[in-house]
C-alpha cells in the first residue's frame, strides 16, 4: 500500500539495534501515517518494546533515523520528541486523584499550565471519567485505570501515542471493552497511534494497518484486510493466518454456526 509523502507523520529509516552481540532490529524501515492505527505484532522477543523505547528515546539506537513531520529526532532526549506513551501497568500516580494524575505533566509545562485545569476536565470529559475525577486509582477497575492512563497521555496533545501492550494486563471482560473504547478514542482524537502486541485479533480488529515482525525483521507491513488474503510468506501463514483461522473455528464451533453461513 503505497503512502503519500505529505500524509506521513513518523518516517523510520534504516533502524538498528544490537544488544550483546545480538542483532535485535535489523534495518527497519517503515512510515506511519498521520491519523493511523498502526499495529506492531510480534511473538515474544521479537524486538517490539525495543522498537518502542527506541521511538520514544528510552533506549538509543546503533544507527538509523526517526524522523517525525520531517524533522529528525533521533537524538533528541524522551520530553523533547512530541510523542506520548501508555504502559501496560497505567504507570499511575498512587496518591494523585484521577484529576490530579491528568493535570500533574500539564502543570509542569509553563506554556499550558495556566490552562490546565480546562484541559485536563476537557479530556477527562470525553473520555468519560470525570465523574470519578476525585478517586485514588486503587478505587477504579483496571479498565478505569487504563482510561485516566489514555486520558493523561492525550491531555498532553503528543504528535504519536505509543502503546505498549496495553490491554494485555486486562481481564477477559475488560478487554473487550478497552478493546472498543481504544478505536473510539482514536477515531474521536483523531490520534497517530502505534500499538504493540502479540494478540492477532487485537490487532486485526484495531488497526488500520499492522506490521508483523519477526527476529528484528518485518514480514508484513499492510491492511488487515491485505494480509488476510494475501499472506506475504510462510511465516504470515502460520502466525497470523493459522491463528485466526484456528479462533474463528472455535468461535463457529461454540455458537453452532458453520463457515458456510457465515
Ligand atoms: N536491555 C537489554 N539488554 C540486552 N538484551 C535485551 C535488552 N532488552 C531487550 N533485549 C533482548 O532483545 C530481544 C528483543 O526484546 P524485546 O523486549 O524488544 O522483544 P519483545 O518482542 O518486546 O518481547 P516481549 O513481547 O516478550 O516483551 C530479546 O532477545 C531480548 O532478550
Same mark, same amino acid.
Given at each position: 500500500m503505497e503512502i503519500l509523502k505529505q500524509d506521513i507523520k513518523l518516517s523510520v529509516r534504516k533502524l538498528y539495534k544490537n544488544f550483546d552481540g545480538k542483532d535485535v532490529l535489523k534495518h527497519l524501515s517503515f512510515d506511519v501515517k498521520e491519523g493511523e492505527f498502526l499495529s506492531v505484532l510480534g511473538p515474544s522477543g521479537c524486538g517490539k518494546t525495543t522498537l518502542l523505547r527506541i521511538l520514544i528515546g528510552l533506549e538509543s539506537q546503533n544507527s538509523g533515523e526517526i524522523l517525525l513531520d520531517g524533522k529528525d529526532i533521533s537524538n533528541l532526549r524522551p520530553n523533547e520528541r512530541g510523542m506520548g506513551i501508555i504502559f501496560q501497568n497505567y504507570a499511575?500516580? $498512587?496518591?494523585?486523584t484521577v484529576f490530579e494524575n491528568v493535570e500533574y505533566a500539564l502543570k509542569l509545562n509553563p506554556e499550558v499550565k495556566p490552562r490546565s485545569k480546562e484541559i485536563a476536565t476537557a479530556t477527562l470529559e470525553q473520555i468519560g471519567m470525570m465523574e470519578h475525577c476525585d478517586k485514588k486509582p486503587s478505587q477504579l477497575s483496571g479498565g478505569q485505570q487504563q482510561r485516566v492512563a489514555i486520558a493523561r497521555t492525550l491531555a498532553l496533545n503528543p504528535k504519536v501515542i505509543l502503546l505498549d501492550e496495553p490491554i494485555s494486563a486486562l481481564d477477559v471482560t475488560n478487554r473487550e471493552i478497552m478493546k472498543r473504547e481504544l478505536k473510539e478514542i482514536q477515531r474521536k482524537f483523531n490520534s497517530t497511534m502505534i500499538f504493540i502486541t502479540h494478540e492477532q485479533e487485537e490487532a486485526f480488529y484495531l488497526s488500520d494497518r499492522i506490521m508483523v515482525m519477526s527476529e528484528g525483521n518485518i514480514e508484513q507491513l499492510d491492511t488487515p484486510r491485505n494480509i488476510y488474503?494475501? $499472506?506475504?510468506n510462510q511465516y504470515i501463514k502460520d502466525f497470523v493466518i493459522a491463528h485466526l483461522d484456528q479462533k474463528l473455528a472455535s468461535l463457529e464451533k461454540c455458537t453452532g454456526r458453520g463457515s458456510h453461513e457465515k
Open positions: 499511575l500516580f $498512587p496518591n494523585m488474503e494475501h $499472506p506475504a
